[in-house]
């Protein structure tokens, strides 16, 4: 009896700890793996959202210069 509650403890043991040691292998390696795919994910969509960011800037600068060229253009017709 003692001897069998012994090895069932040692099992769980083993176990508890065969699985918390897989655990964290299992999290490195997704949590590199997820870090990568963050990573490229974040590439991307920053890319993607720098393209949008520069085309909006770019619109707007185009029009502010637009603007300030038309107001330069309005205040020496007035002279």
Known sequence: ????????KVEETMDEKVEETMDEKVEETVGEKVEE???EKVEE??????????DEKVEETVEKTVDEKTSDEKKS???
């Open 77 to 79: 017709d007035d002279s």
């Open 37 to 39: 795919t963050m990573d």
């Open 45 to 54: 969509t920053v890319g993607e959202k720098v393209e949008e960011t520069v």
């Open 1 to 8: 009896k003692v001897e069998e509650t012994m090895d069932e």
